[in-house]
């Protein structure tokens, strides 16, 4: 492959990256705009047509056949299961405090991901770290406290969140190539169908009833909209995350958490006292020293795969 295809390639991926992480940014907002629709009726609607969506996907793209080459592999269908589990907690959890003006607590959850994927690696696959990292983890982990005492609130939402998808991209690393995206989602969403089908009937015994169709037009399209409000950034993650490298991916991710903190505070108007202003800044101290540390080992990565020519 020549330079200009390679340059072009690495391009399109960070285009890919971009436009997902700027599509989750934005689900906050779309989420609120399906109101009176609540949490679990919400979540349950998404893993149904989730399910839809991806069938559809695998259709027009002809995927049936890798499809079944997964479920003949007891091991990774194990994986995708725990996996769905996973996301579905995430899922929940992310529309819980979305729709109880907690945008800015999510955006926390998202903020200390890396962080937390880190902790992972150390803890779960044995792997070392740097000292800089160690003294993100232990600027983070000082935030959390600060937010617990000072503040006075357990952020139970932002930690939830961190923990879930951290877990849940471990076990996709963990799957790697041998499931694609379309394959992934499409038995994560099948696994999670009792779980929605569960919730709707809850939901339809409550005094609110069912929303689907109950509300005009507009937001029936909307609600129904929401299979492909969850796949298409999964898919164009995917697209990206093949075209670019890990470290452009952990400086583009910070777009959604920096949105949805912005849409907590300028666009909902979600209070930020001066304790809580203290906890997150300690949180962006540790993500700075995280990134530049990220940098540094990019830039000498690159310079001992191309060393100078004497």
């Keep these: ?27 906050p907002l779309y989420f609120l705009l399906l109101t009176p629709t609540g949490p679990w009726e919400l979540v349950a609607w998404r893993v149904v047509l989730s399910l839809v969506f991806c069938v559809v996907l695998l259709t027009v793209t002809r995927g049936w056949k890798a499809l079944g080459a997964i479920i003949r592999r007891p091991q990774l269908l194990a994986l995708t299961a725990l996996a769905g589990v996973l996301i ?20 926390l959850g998202y903020f200390i991901n890396p962080i937390t994927t880190v902790l992972l690696g150390v803890f779960v696959l ?27 609130s357990f952020p139970w939402i932002a930690l939830s969140l961190t923990a879930s998808f951290g877990v849940y991209g471990l076990i ?27 919730q709707l009937i809850l939901v339809a015994t409550t005094p609110e009833g069912i929303t689907m169709g109950q509300n005009g037009a ?65 949180v962006w101290i540790a993500i700075a020293v995280f990134v530049v540390d990220m940098l540094l080992a990019s830039r000498r990565g690159r310079r001992v795969e191309r060393p100078e020519l004497v």
């Design 88 to 107: 579905y907690v995430n899922w929940q959890v992310f529309v819980i405090g979305t729709l109880n003006d907690q945008v800015v607590e999510t955006s």
């Design 172 to 198: 996709k690393k963990k799957i790697g190539p041998a499931v694609d995206a379309v394959s992934g989602l499409t038995l994560e969403s099948f696994w999670l169908i009792p779980i929605a089908v569960v």
């Design 126 to 152: 044995r792997e070392r770290i740097r000292v800089a990292q160690w003294v993100a983890i232990g600027i983070a982990a000082i935030a959390v406290v600060v937010i617990i005492v000072v503040y006075g």
């Design 1 to 27: 492959m020549t330079s200009e295809a390679t340059s072009a390639t690495r391009t399109t991926g960070a285009l890919y990256a971009i436009a997902a992480y700027l599509l989750w940014g934005l689900l």
């Design 218 to 282: 507009w937001h029936a399209v909307l609600l129904a909209f929401a299979g492909v409000a969850t796949a298409v950034p999964l898919l164009l993650f995917a697209a990206g995350t093949r075209r670019i490298d890990l470290t452009l991916i952990g400086m583009i991710q910070f777009i959604t958490p920096i949105m949805q903190f912005l849409l907590g505070v300028v666009v909902l108007g979600e209070a930020m006292p001066p304790a809580r202003w203290a906890g997150f800044t300690l």
